[in-house]
């Protein structure tokens, strides 16, 4: 009886151990197999961003000029953004391109136009790369071109937005007037053109000096112009 009794133990442990092994070779091949799907996801992600970094490299080299042009623009890396290297001294409460209502209009003016065609020169690399460069397939851009405004005393805040966004839309205008439009039939899907007015507000404003109201407020009567790349999915082909 306790030979039999002793089979039975034995048999009965042998099925358990049996029983516990396919349970552990099933938990394992479970969890190679998520552990591979997630590598495989991993991998995948980390060659999209790689070739995301060389499109971000590839939009970078286009804007080199812009950033070395330190007569008409001064790159602010801060912000990464673009502000014009000369003063734009528009007579208080005014806002359109033209004698009147620009100080030192022909000058000034003359600078405006150059500002505008070396961004028509580098938004056509842009789309000229995007032609010739399958990687750049899925990339277009936000152009936005902003206007700000002096903050001088008994000023009104609600006009001066409206101000500078209207001194945005007149630069915006102006260079349309001589053929420098960023709006063209041969910009769409490249361009995403935005005009915005930032009155009082926005980073990197010059401080206010507060003897003298007029002497650095007068400053930020100024243009701000972001190029923004805007990245699909950079695998696409």
Same mark, same amino acid.
């Given at each position: 009886?306790?030979?039999?009794?002793?089979?039975? !133990?034995?048999?009965?442990?042998?099925?358990?151990?049996?029983?516990?092994?396919?349970?552990?070779?099933?938990?394992?091949?479970?969890? !190679?197999?998520?552990?591979?799907?997630?590598?495989?996801?991993?991998?995948?992600?980390?060659?999209?961003?790689?070739?995301?970094?060389?499109?971000?490299?590839?939009?970078?080299?286009?804007?080199?000029?812009?950033?070395?042009?330190?007569?008409?623009?001064?790159?602010?890396?801060?912000?990464?953004?673009?502000?014009?290297?000369?003063?734009?001294?528009?007579?208080?409460?005014?806002?359109?391109?033209?004698?009147?209502?620009?100080?030192? !209009?022909?000058?000034?003016?003359?600078?405006?136009?150059?500002?505008?065609?070396?961004?028509?020169?580098?938004?056509?690399?842009?789309?000229?790369?995007?032609?010739?460069?399958?990687?750049?397939?899925?990339?277009?851009?936000?152009?936005?071109?902003?206007?700000?405004?002096?903050?001088?005393?008994?000023?009104?805040?609600?006009?001066?937005?409206?101000?500078?966004?209207?001194?945005?839309?007149?630069?915006?205008?102006?260079?349309?007037?001589?053929?420098?439009?960023?709006?063209?039939?041969?910009?769409?899907?490249?361009?995403?053109?935005?005009?915005?007015?930032?009155?009082?507000?926005?980073?990197?404003?010059?401080?206010?000096?507060?003897?003298?109201?007029?002497?650095?407020?007068?400053?930020?009567?100024?243009?701000?112009?972001?190029?923004?790349?805007?990245?699909?999915?950079?695998?696409?082909?």
């Amino acid at each position: 009886m306790k030979k039999t009794q002793n089979n039975f !133990f034995w048999m009965s442990f042998s099925d358990l151990m049996i029983s516990l092994f396919f349970v552990v070779l099933v938990l394992f091949v479970l969890t !190679f197999v998520m552990l591979k799907g997630e590598q495989n996801k991993l991998e995948e992600t980390v060659e999209n961003l790689e070739e995301k970094l060389e499109v971000y490299d590839l939009v970078e080299q286009n804007l080199i000029p812009l950033k070395k042009d330190t007569l008409l623009f001064r790159y602010e890396d801060i912000y990464k953004r673009f502000t014009l290297a000369f003063d734009v001294n528009f007579v208080i409460k005014k806002s359109k391109i033209k004698r009147g209502e620009l100080r030192n !209009f022909q000058r000034t003016s003359r600078k405006i136009i150059d500002v505008g065609r070396q961004l028509q020169n580098t938004i056509d690399r842009l789309a000229e790369e995007k032609k010739n460069n399958e990687k750049m397939n899925e990339v277009s851009y936000l152009v936005i071109i902003s206007g700000y405004a002096s903050h001088l005393k008994n000023a009104n805040q609600f006009s001066d937005y409206e101000l500078s966004y209207q001194r945005a839309y007149n630069l915006w205008n102006y260079w349309k007037s001589i053929g420098i439009d960023f709006e063209a039939d041969k910009y769409k899907g490249l361009i995403d053109l935005q005009i915005s007015g930032n009155g009082w507000g926005g980073v990197g404003r010059f401080e206010r000096d507060p003897e003298n109201y007029y002497r650095n407020e007068i400053k930020n009567q100024r243009f701000i112009i972001q190029i923004i790349p805007k990245i699909g999915n950079a695998n696409k082909t």
